[in-house]
C-alpha cells in the first residue's frame, strides 16, 4: 500500500511515533497502537479490520463433531 501511496517506511515515522517503532512494527515486534490503527487507515485506506487484531478472549473455537 505504501507503494501505491508513493510513499516508504520513512513516511510513516511521524505518524507512528518514530523510526524505532515503525522498525518494530515492520519486524513483526510490536502491534499497532489503537491511535496508529486509525492513523493508517486515515493515510493508507487501509480497512480498520486488517490493521487491527482480535483480542484473544474473543475469538471463538469451533470444535468438529
Known amino acids: 500500500m505504501l507503494d501505491q501511496k508513493g510513499m516508504t517506511r ?11 517503532r515503525v522498525s518494530q512494527f515492520f519486524r513483526g515486534d510490536r502491534k499497532l497502537s489503537l491511535k496508529q490503527i486509525v492513523r493508517l487507515h486515515e493515510l493508507l485506506n487501509i480497512p480498520v479490520e486488517l ?3 482480535k483480542p484473544r478472549s474473543v475469538v471463538t473455537r469451533r470444535t468438529s463433531g
Open 10 to 20: 520513512a513516511s510513516l515515522v511521524d505518524e507512528m511515533g518514530g523510526r524505532s
Open 51 to 53: 490493521l487491527a487484531e
